[in-house]
């Protein structure tokens, strides 16, 4: 007993020197590594993300309440975040990206501006809106992938009848990360047109580009890719090779004149689930937003499953095995932070 009471007392003045060295320390800004070495370097990436589906159905009578609420001119960007549910208040989908649900109505205009992030737009719904980015504008529809490179100006509009909704996918996390945020409104709403809407597909749409081109950065100078020509290309796929057992048939988009990744902080997918295809686990250390173009089906994480149609939203974390069924044909377009993970050489893979 006497024993005990020695190590009792022994441990409580190590324990009173080290509080006291601490403190110490800390009106300094420093800090003992080893107090916290195991919660930063850990066995596995341990991501407050969680898994998440965002129903179509749901958000939809949303977007058309805030449309009545507030216009596009006065929000800027009239968009419902999706914020991650472990990841509340911070605007993240997941730890480094972005995504959100933009709307604008017939006859509106959502002024031009510029940032260092970069942002993509997947279409959802409608048809007829316009997008112009550095004086060259395209019309978009559903399926369609258009990038808005960092610090080039674009602004919105929808000539159609219809409402008209896409996906925004920004790396902003990551650009603030960096500190390297800067944004700039456009002298006007609405940027002179220079260019017609089928003339950056021309250049560099059809494995040509000019010869007088000069990369002016890593972004593909395609800037729109049609879903009819993605649908296509998934469709020969399906017909002339097998599913793969994890992800079905699947396309990355590219620079067309580089090959590499189209934008260079996200790296964006189209894949084709057959119908009845039940994939086996697949994890990976990049956080992966889906959107679905069509079929219905769903994903499966940590024992969740998370039925998905149409219009549909998900999150699956970095390094949780999910995977995917299809109960009738499916196409999903996703989006994740892959190329700078590879560019550190961090990107990781299971299955």
Request: overall charge negative; some cysteine; aromatic content about 10%.
């Amino acid at each position: 007993m006497n024993g005990d009471r020695m190590t009792d007392a022994g441990e409580q003045r190590v324990s009173l020197e080290r509080k006291a060295f601490y403190n110490k320390i800390d009106a300094a800004n420093c800090t003992p590594l080893w107090e916290v070495l195991h919660s930063l370097v850990t066995v596995k990436p341990n991501t407050p993300c969680l898994p998440y589906l965002w129903k179509w159905a749901t958000v939809w009578p949303w977007l058309q309440e805030g449309g009545q609420l507030i216009t596009a001119r006065e929000a800027e960007r009239r968009v419902l975040v999706l914020e991650n549910p472990g990841l509340r208040g911070q605007t993240r989908v997941t730890h480094s990206l972005y995504a959100g649900l933009q709307l604008i109505l017939p006859g509106e205009v959502a002024p031009a501006h510029r940032h260092s992030q970069s942002a993509l737009r997947f279409i959802l719904h409608g048809g007829g809106a316009y997008t112009t980015v550095d004086g060259e504008k395209v019309t978009m529809n559903v399926g369609d992938f258009v990038i808005t490179p960092s610090w080039t100006f674009h602004d919105h509009g929808n000539l159609s009848d219809e409402p008209m909704v896409w996906l925004d996918g920004l790396d902003l996390p990551i650009v603030e990360l960096l500190d390297a945020q800067f944004r700039e409104d456009g002298a006007s709403d609405m940027q002179k047109v220079e260019r017609s809407s089928g003339t950056n597909l021309a250049r560099f749409g059809n494995t040509m580009k000019p010869v007088e081109y000069k990369a002016r950065s890593r972004t593909s100078p395609l800037f729109w890719y049609p879903y009819e020509r993605t649908r296509e290309a998934l469709e020969t796929l399906r017909d002339q090779d097998d599913a793969h057992v994890c992800w079905g048939h699947k396309l990355q988009y590219t620079n067309p004149v580089t090959g590499d990744w189209a934008i260079p902080t996200m790296g964006t997918f189209m894949q084709m689930l057959p119908s009845g295809f039940r994939g086996k686990p697949y994890q990976s250390t990049d956080s992966t937003v889906y959107a679905v173009v069509e079929g219905r089906g769903r994903c499966v994480i940590n024992g969740q499953a998370m039925e998905f149609g149409p219009k549909d939203v998900f999150v699956c974390p970095s390094w949780m095995p999910y995977t995917l069924e299809a109960d009738e044909q499916s196409v999903l377009f996703s989006y994740s932070d892959r190329p700078v993970q590879q560019a550190l050489d961090l990107w990781r893979e299971k299955f």
